[in-house]
């Protein structure tokens, strides 16, 4: 599976946007850019993924570069109940399956 | 909708002991996954089931059984626990086929288990 890098801690003051940064240099073609987050006890949750274009939906915004080997994430106000683990995820279809692979991700410390 | 439920929520066993996980999603997802997720990890996956009737064994299998019961349940078993299976374990079900890689997945909530 293809791994990405992502910085271990970030900080933000609440009602700030926030930036998280993922860098995926052995990308592939078919390679779709997932993100998920972890709220502290509680299991993974989905908030965007893209393949090429830039994205948005209730929670966030991913923005993909020109050659896909990275992108970011961006809250756009971030709130203490933004505070959480960021995954940043390649997944591919091999045939049978597409799996998740987790790294470490970022954890997002959100502050008054 | 109830999404993907795990039970139990916690477990203690004694080393040697045998339990099963269960798992169970109301999405009509074809593809179910078991990952464990150990203390400052990133989540690792065990088995996945692509879709019923057929499994796989992900990055760490060893010491772990599964089952595809159906297309809404999927079930990890441990038939002699060992303290290094001290973990979280989360379920997960996505949908499969073709376009598998395009959609999200949903995670359970979790089952902490202890092995002592």
């Known amino acids: 599976d293809a791994k990405t890098t992502q910085p271990n801690s970030m900080e933000s003051n609440e009602e700030e946007p926030v930036h998280l940064p993922c860098n995926h240099s052995?990308?592939?073609?078919?390679?779709?850019i997932h993100w998920y987050r972890q709220l502290p006890s509680q299991g993974p949750e989905y908030v965007i993924h893209?393949?090429?274009s830039n994205v948005n939906n209730r929670m966030a915004s991913l923005a993909i570069a020109e050659d896909r080997k990275s992108s970011t994430l961006i809250l756009h106000r971030a709130t203490l109940r933004d505070a959480a683990v960021y995954y940043c995820?390649?997944?591919?279809?091999?045939?049978?399956?597409?799996?998740?692979?987790f790294g470490t991700g970022t954890r997002l410390q959100v502050t008054l | 909708n109830a999404g993907v439920t795990q039970t139990p929520k916690f477990q203690v066993l004694k080393t040697g002991q045998s339990m099963t996980l269960q798992c169970a999603q109301d999405?009509?997802?074809?593809?179910m996954y078991w990952y464990r997720q150990d203390p400052g990890m990133g989540l690792r996956l065990i088995y996945y089931?692509?879709?019923?009737?057929?499994?796989d064994k992900g990055e760490v299998p060893n010491g772990y059984n599964v089952s595809r019961l159906n297309k809404r349940e999927f079930s990890l078993r441990l038939e002699s626990a060992a303290p290094s299976q001290t973990s979280v374990y989360f379920c997960?079900?996505?949908?499969?086929?073709?376009?598998?890689?395009?959609?999200?997945?949903?995670f359970g909530s979790g089952t902490r288990l202890t092995v002592v």
């Open positions: 997960a079900s996505s949908e499969g086929g073709w376009r598998v890689a395009n959609y999200g997945y949903t």
């Open positions: 999405m009509n997802h074809n593809s």
């Open positions: 893209g393949l090429t």
């Open positions: 089931s692509a879709s019923e009737g057929t499994t």
């Open positions: 052995t990308i592939s073609g078919t390679d779709y």
């Open positions: 995820i390649l997944r591919r279809y091999t045939g049978t399956a597409s799996k998740l692979t």
